[in-house]
C-alpha cells in the first residue's frame, strides 16, 4: 500500500516536470531560441525513456530513477531558457543533481549485478566504494565533453579553472552522498524493493537468456 | 629476501639515496615546503620494504622502484622545474604517477577478488575499476594542487589546459594498466604477484 502511494507520488511529481519541460519548449519556441528548441526537444524525448522502455520492452525503470532523470533534464534546460545558470549556485545545483543521477544508477547496475548475475559478487561497501570513483570518473568525462567541444567549436562550456575543480569536487560530493544512502537503503532492505522489478525484469531478459544460448 | 634479486635492491637502495640527496638540496635551496613534501615522499617509498620486514608479506620489490621513480619525478618537477623548459615532462610524471597508482590498485583489487569473501568479480570487471580509480586519483591530486596552491601560492596549476591534460595523462594511465592487467590476470602473473598474500589475507582483512 504505501510502496504504491510513493510509486503513484513519484508518477504524478515526473508528469509535472514533465509538461513544465514542455512549457519551456513553447517559450523557447516563441523566443525563436534555436539551440534550447533543440535542446529542450530532445530533453523532453529522453525524460520519456523510461515510459518507453516500460512499455514496449517491459522494462521498469525505479520511481526515482524516474524522477531523477526528468529534474535533471528540467533543470538544465529552464536553466537555459529562462537565464537561471545566472543565478548563483544554480550550475553547482544542476551539476550535483546529473551526478547524483550517474552515482544512483551506478549503484542500481551493481546491485542488480550482484544480486542476480553469477559474474559478478560485491559487498555492500565495495559497491559504494566503486560508486564513488565512477561518479569522479564519469565527471572527468564530462569535462573532457566540455573541453574538447571547447577546444573544437571555440564555445565556452568550461567557465574556468576554478570552476572546473567546483564541478568535480561536487560530482564527488554527489557519489559520496549515493554512497552513504546506498549502503543505508541495503542495510534496511529498501534498495532491494526499489530494484526488485528492474532486477527480476534484467535477470529473465538478458542475464538468463545469456545462459540459456551459452548453454546451447 | 631472495639474493638472485640483488640487482633490484640495489636499484631501490640508490632511487632512496637519490631523494635523500633531493631533500638535502631543497633544504639547501630553502624550498621548506618541498623539503617536507620530500621527506613525506620518502617515507611513503619505504612503506613496501617496512610491510615486507614488519608483517613478512614478499610484496614484488618492482612497487618500491615504480613508487620512488614517480616521487623522483614529481620532485624533478616540483623542485627542479624541468616542467617550466620542457612543458611535455609535467604530462609525463602525470601518466607515470598514474600508470604506478594503476599497477598498486589493479594488485589490491585483484588481491581482494581472489582472497575476499565478499568481492568475486570477472577480469573486465577489475580492468573498469582500475580505470576508474586512477581517475579519481587524478581528480584527488588536482585537489591536492589547488587547494596547495590556494594555501601556499605554490602556482602548481597554471591554466585549466593543464589541470584538463593531467586527468587526460591520467586516464591514459589507467587505461594502460588496464590493458597490461589483462595480460597479467590471463598469463597468471598478477596471482603469483599475490600468492603470498593468501596466507595474510586472513589474519589482515577477515579477522573473525
Given at each position: 500500500?504505501?510502496?504504491?502511494?510513493?510509486?503513484?507520488?513519484?508518477?504524478?511529481?515526473?508528469?509535472?516536470?514533465?509538461?513544465?519541460?514542455?512549457?519551456?519548449?513553447?517559450?523557447?519556441?516563441?523566443?525563436?531560441?534555436?539551440?534550447?528548441?533543440?535542446?529542450?526537444?530532445?530533453?523532453?524525448?529522453?525524460?520519456?525513456?523510461?515510459?518507453?522502455?516500460?512499455?514496449?520492452?517491459?522494462?521498469?525503470?525505479?520511481?526515482?530513477?524516474?524522477?531523477?532523470?526528468?529534474?535533471?533534464?528540467?533543470?538544465?534546460?529552464?536553466?537555459?531558457?529562462?537565464?537561471?545558470?545566472?543565478?548563483?549556485?544554480?550550475?553547482?545545483?544542476?551539476?550535483?543533481?546529473?551526478?547524483?543521477?550517474?552515482?544512483?544508477?551506478?549503484?542500481?547496475?551493481?546491485?542488480?549485478?550482484?544480486?542476480?548475475?553469477?559474474?559478478?559478487?560485491?559487498?555492500?561497501?565495495?559497491?559504494?566504494?566503486?560508486?564513488?570513483?565512477?561518479?569522479?570518473?564519469?565527471?572527468?568525462?564530462?569535462?573532457?565533453?566540455?573541453?574538447?567541444?571547447?577546444?573544437?567549436?571555440?564555445?565556452?562550456?568550461?567557465?574556468?579553472?576554478?570552476?572546473?575543480?567546483?564541478?568535480?569536487?561536487?560530482?564527488?560530493l554527489a557519489g559520496i552522498a549515493m554512497a552513504i544512502?546506498?549502503?543505508?537503503?541495503?542495510?534496511?532492505?529498501?534498495?532491494?524493493?526499489?530494484?526488485?522489478?528492474?532486477?527480476?525484469?534484467?535477470?529473465?531478459?538478458?542475464?538468463?537468456?545469456?545462459?540459456?544460448?551459452?548453454?546451447? | 629476501?631472495?639474493?638472485?634479486?640483488?640487482?633490484?635492491?640495489?636499484?631501490?637502495?640508490?632511487?632512496?639515496?637519490?631523494?635523500?640527496?633531493?631533500?638535502?638540496?631543497?633544504?639547501?635551496?630553502?624550498?621548506?615546503?618541498?623539503?617536507?613534501?620530500?621527506?613525506?615522499?620518502?617515507?611513503?617509498?619505504?612503506?613496501?620494504?617496512?610491510?615486507?620486514?614488519?608483517?613478512?608479506?614478499?610484496?614484488?620489490?618492482?612497487?618500491?622502484?615504480?613508487?620512488?621513480l614517480a616521487f623522483i619525478f614529481h620532485m624533478g618537477?616540483?623542485?627542479?622545474?624541468?616542467?617550466?623548459?620542457?612543458?611535455?615532462?609535467?604530462?609525463?610524471?602525470?601518466?607515470?604517477?598514474?600508470?604506478?597508482?594503476?599497477?598498486?590498485?589493479?594488485?589490491?583489487?585483484?588481491?581482494?577478488?581472489?582472497?575476499?569473501?565478499?568481492?568475486?568479480?570477472?577480469?573486465?570487471?577489475?580492468?573498469?575499476?582500475?580505470?576508474?580509480?586512477?581517475?579519481?586519483?587524478?581528480?584527488?591530486?588536482?585537489?591536492?594542487?589547488?587547494t596547495s596552491d590556494f594555501l601556499f601560492n605554490l602556482?602548481?596549476?597554471?591554466?585549466?589546459?593543464?589541470?584538463?591534460?593531467?586527468?587526460?595523462?591520467?586516464?591514459?594511465?589507467?587505461?594502460?594498466?588496464?590493458?597490461?592487467?589483462?595480460?597479467?590476470?590471463?598469463?597468471?602473473?598478477?596471482?603469483?604477484?599475490?600468492?603470498?598474500?593468501?596466507?595474510?589475507?586472513?589474519?589482515?582483512?577477515?579477522?573473525?
Amino acid at each position: 500500500m504505501k510502496k504504491n502511494i510513493i510509486k503513484t507520488g513519484g508518477v504524478i511529481v515526473s508528469y509535472i516536470l514533465k509538461i513544465l519541460m514542455i512549457i519551456l519548449l513553447i517559450i523557447s519556441i516563441y523566443n525563436k531560441h534555436i539551440e534550447w528548441i533543440f535542446g529542450a526537444g530532445l530533453g523532453i524525448i529522453v525524460s520519456f525513456v523510461p515510459t518507453i522502455l516500460k512499455r514496449n520492452y517491459q522494462i521498469t525503470l525505479p520511481i526515482i530513477l524516474d524522477i531523477l532523470i526528468t529534474t535533471a533534464l528540467f533543470l538544465h534546460i529552464g536553466g537555459g531558457i529562462l537565464g537561471a545558470y545566472g543565478i548563483i549556485h544554480y550550475d553547482t545545483l544542476t551539476h550535483f543533481v546529473s551526478s547524483f543521477l550517474i552515482a544512483f544508477l551506478a549503484f542500481v547496475v551493481i546491485y542488480i549485478l550482484d544480486e542476480y548475475w553469477d559474474g559478478l559478487m560485491m559487498d555492500k561497501y565495495a559497491m559504494a566504494f566503486l560508486v564513488v570513483f565512477t561518479t569522479i570518473a564519469m565527471g572527468v568525462i564530462w569535462e573532457f565533453n566540455e573541453w574538447i567541444t571547447d577546444l573544437i567549436f571555440k564555445t565556452q562550456e568550461q567557465w574556468g579553472y576554478n570552476d572546473t575543480i567546483k564541478d568535480l569536487f561536487v560530482d564527488m560530493l554527489a557519489g559520496i552522498a549515493m554512497a552513504i544512502i546506498g549502503v543505508v537503503m541495503i542495510k534496511r532492505g529498501s534498495f532491494d524493493e526499489l530494484t526488485e522489478d528492474l532486477g527480476e525484469q534484467i535477470d529473465k531478459k538478458i542475464i538468463k537468456k545469456g545462459m540459456n544460448k551459452k548453454n546451447e | 629476501m631472495e639474493k638472485k634479486y640483488w640487482y633490484l635492491k640495489s636499484i631501490i637502495i640508490i632511487l632512496i639515496f637519490l631523494m635523500i640527496f633531493l631533500l638535502i638540496f631543497s633544504i639547501n635551496k630553502e624550498d621548506f615546503l618541498w623539503s617536507f613534501f620530500t621527506l613525506i615522499m620518502i617515507i611513503i617509498s619505504l612503506i613496501p620494504t617496512l610491510i615486507r620486514h614488519k608483517i613478512k608479506i614478499k610484496i614484488p620489490y618492482l612497487f618500491d622502484i615504480f613508487i620512488s621513480l614517480a616521487f623522483i619525478f614529481h620532485m624533478g618537477n616540483g623542485l627542479l622545474d624541468i616542467s617550466t623548459n620542457f612543458s611535455i615532462y609535467n604530462k609525463f610524471t602525470h601518466f607515470f604517477s598514474a600508470v604506478v597508482v594503476a599497477f598498486i590498485f589493479l594488485n589490491v583489487i585483484f588481491i581482494f577478488n581472489e582472497y575476499y569473501r565478499g568481492i568475486a568479480v570477472n577480469k573486465y570487471k577489475i580492468m573498469f575499476d582500475v580505470i576508474v580509480i586512477t581517475m579519481a586519483f587524478g581528480v584527488v591530486w588536482e585537489f591536492m594542487e589547488w587547494t596547495s596552491d590556494f594555501l601556499f601560492n605554490l602556482n602548481a596549476q597554471p591554466s585549466l589546459d593543464d589541470t584538463m591534460g593531467d586527468l587526460f595523462a591520467d586516464t591514459l594511465g589507467g587505461i594502460f594498466i588496464a590493458l597490461i592487467g589483462y595480460f597479467l590476470i590471463n598469463r597468471g602473473v598478477l596471482k603469483r604477484f599475490s600468492k603470498d598474500f593468501k596466507k595474510h589475507f586472513n589474519n589482515l582483512v577477515e579477522k573473525d
